[in-house]
C-alpha cells in the first residue's frame, strides 16, 4: 500500500504563491508516477499536473493548459516527495487539492491512478 498526505494549502491572495507538498509512504517508490488534481466546489475532479521520473535527475512532467507556466511539479525521491508550486494564482485556482500516484507508466488520466491523498484546500481571494 501506498499513503500521501497533502500539505501547505491555505487562503492567498490573487497573484501570490503557495507550495504544496505530498509525503509518500509505504510502498512507494521513485518509479512511481505521481500527480496532482483538484476539485473545485460543484466541478468534477481535474488533472493539474503529472510527473514522472525516467533517470537520474530526468524528469517527465506535463501540466494542464490552464496552469502551465504558472505551476511547477517537482520530486524529492530521495525524501519521497512530491511538491506543487503554484505562482501569480487566481480566483479560479481555488480548489482541494489531490495529490496521487501510480505504478507503471505515465498518465493524466484520474482513473489510472490508483493511490490518492485526502486533500488540501487551496482558496485565492480577489
Known amino acids: 500500500q501506498v499513503q500521501l498526505v497533502e500539505s501547505g494549502g491555505g487562503l492567498v491572495q490573487a497573484g501570490g504563491s503557495l507550495r504544496l507538498s505530498c509525503a509518500a509512504s509505504?510502498?512507494?517508490?521513485?518509479?512511481?508516477?505521481v500527480g496532482w488534481f483538484r476539485q473545485a466546489p460543484g466541478k468534477e475532479r481535474e488533472f493539474v499536473a503529472a510527473i514522472l521520473t525516467l533517470g537520474w535527475s530526468n524528469d517527465l512532467t506535463q501540466y494542464s493548459d490552464s496552469v502551465k507556466g504558472r505551476f511547477t511539479i517537482s520530486r524529492d525521491n530521495a525524501q519521497k516527495m512530491v511538491y506543487l508550486q503554484m505562482n501569480n494564482l487566481k480566483p479560479e485556482d481555488t480548489a482541494v487539492y489531490y495529490c496521487a500516484s501510480k505504478m507503471g507508466s505515465y498518465s493524466t488520466r484520474e482513473s489510472d491512478f490508483s493511490f490518492w491523498g485526502q486533500g488540501t484546500q487551496v482558496t485565492v481571494s480577489s
Open positions: 509505504g510502498r512507494f517508490w521513485s518509479s512511481f508516477a
